[in-house]
């Protein structure tokens, strides 16, 4: 089928043949001929056209309201994004009514026609609980991939690479954490205000990396360690632990591995497997402004204060 608009058929009669060639100057006859063919769209039926961005089909947002619609089973916008299969059939059912399906743009629309207050379709099913010791396995892994990749948590939710990488981080922590919970309880923290990004992490331009260890893997590597400045912060399953800086993160860490100055946190480490504990660093390189005291300590009373880990005297 061919959709041909008003503009179309105003293009269209100024090149048809028998015009009057005196009033259509030959330039213009032929750039509206370009202008019709180009602007023509060649459709099989039922199929809307191919869409790259939805930010340039006005319907774009009508297709996923559809597809939300036909896909919920009657659950909110939150509930289908925690539920692959609940996921799934959302993309699927907006596949059936595009040529071109992008999952992070189609979920990202959603969550936005949600937050406008545009997703007019009811909500009559509640999902599960999340039992409590998920939140901190939840605020752990989102913090470590939002800071790995400067994400935020909608596209934790809405991009099907980084939500592999969430599971991926809270799996790390407790194998067997389903993902719906980790999501719903991500989203839970995030509502509550508890992963506000810290003010300080205008320090992403001060090329930080992040890298993540088991304890047993952080003794194997030891001599790999950087010997950079940087902030360390040990976890487990139970949220975080301590949070230090060092203009060393190797020297530091060996000291802590070989017997803690704090007391309550080095009983802590000997009580516990080590499987169970994670460190992870945020190094800098040596020009960077960390090499600074004074900023590292900024930095790190910042992840104290937002991360509230167990064994640090607050700052």
Same mark, same amino acid.
């Given at each position: 089928?061919?959709?041909?608009?008003?503009?179309?058929?105003?293009?269209?009669?100024?090149?048809?043949?028998?015009?009057?060639?005196?009033?259509?100057?030959?330039?213009?006859?032929?750039?509206?001929?370009?202008?019709?063919?180009?602007?023509?769209?060649?459709?099989?039926?039922?199929?809307?056209?191919?869409?790259?961005?939805?930010?340039?089909?006005?319907?774009?947002?009508?297709?996923?309201?559809?597809?939300?619609?036909?896909?919920?089973?009657?659950?909110?916008?939150?509930?289908?994004?925690?539920?692959?299969?609940?996921?799934?059939?959302?993309?699927?059912?907006?596949?059936?009514?595009?040529?071109?399906?992008? $999952?992070?743009? #189609?979920?990202?629309?959603?969550? +936005? %026609?949600?937050?406008?207050?545009? !997703?007019? *379709? /009811?909500?009559? &099913? @509640?999902?599960?609980?999340?039992?409590?010791?998920?939140?901190?396995?939840?605020?752990?892994?989102?913090?470590?991939?939002?800071?790995?990749?400067?994400?935020?948590?909608?596209?934790?939710?809405?991009?099907?690479?980084?939500?592999?990488?969430?599971?991926?981080?809270?799996?790390?922590?407790?194998?067997?954490?389903?993902?719906?919970?980790?999501?719903? $309880?991500?989203? #839970?923290?995030?509502?509550?205000? +508890? %992963?506000?990004?810290?003010?300080? !992490?205008? *320090? /992403?331009?001060? &090329? @930080?990396?992040?890298?993540?260890?088991?304890?047993?893997?952080?003794?194997?590597?030891?001599?790999?360690?950087?010997?950079?400045?940087?902030?360390?912060?040990?976890?487990?399953?139970?949220?975080?632990?301590?949070?230090?800086?060092?203009?060393?993160?190797?020297?530091?860490?060996?000291?802590?591995?070989?017997?803690?100055?704090?007391?309550?946190?080095?009983?802590?480490? #000997?009580?516990?497997?080590?499987?169970? %504990?994670?460190?992870?660093?945020?190094?800098?390189?040596?020009?960077?402004?960390?090499?600074?005291?004074?900023?590292?300590?900024?930095?790190?009373?910042?992840?104290?204060?937002?991360?509230?880990?167990?064994?640090?005297?607050?700052?």
């Amino acid at each position: 089928m061919i959709e041909i608009t008003s503009h179309d058929r105003k293009l269209w009669s100024c090149c048809r043949p028998g015009r009057d060639a005196r009033q259509v100057k030959p330039r213009r006859t032929f750039g509206c001929c370009i202008a019709l063919l180009a602007g023509l769209t060649i459709l099989p039926p039922g199929r809307q056209a191919r869409s790259h961005d939805c930010t340039q089909r006005p319907d774009w947002e009508a297709v996923v309201h559809r597809a939300f619609a036909e896909a919920s089973g009657g659950f909110s916008c939150d509930e289908l994004l925690f539920d692959d299969q609940r996921l799934q059939a959302f993309l699927d059912a907006t596949a059936a009514q595009v040529d071109h399906l992008d $999952a992070k743009q #189609a979920c990202l629309t959603l969550l +936005r %026609l949600r937050k406008t207050g545009r !997703l007019s *379709v /009811a909500t009559t &099913q @509640r999902g599960s609980p999340v039992a409590e010791h998920v939140y901190p396995i939840a605020e752990i892994a989102a913090r470590q991939v939002m800071d790995q990749f400067q994400v935020s948590t909608d596209e934790l939710l809405a991009d099907p690479p980084m939500r592999c990488q969430l599971q991926k981080a809270a799996e790390r922590i407790q194998a067997d954490v389903a993902a719906y919970d980790v999501r719903k $309880a991500m989203t #839970a923290l995030r509502k509550r205000r +508890r %992963l506000q990004p810290e003010l300080v !992490l205008r *320090v /992403a331009d001060w &090329q @930080r990396t992040v890298q993540v260890y088991d304890l047993p893997g952080l003794r194997d590597r030891m001599a790999d360690l950087p010997k950079q400045p940087g902030v360390y912060l040990f976890r487990d399953a139970s949220g975080y632990l301590y949070i230090g800086e060092s203009i060393n993160l190797q020297t530091r860490l060996k000291s802590h591995l070989s017997g803690s100055d704090r007391v309550a946190f080095a009983d802590y480490l #000997a009580e516990r497997a080590e499987q169970q %504990l994670t460190v992870e660093l945020h190094v800098f390189p040596r020009d960077s402004p960390a090499s600074k005291v004074t900023v590292r300590r900024a930095y790190e009373s910042e992840l104290i204060r937002s991360r509230q880990p167990r064994f640090n005297v607050r700052p």
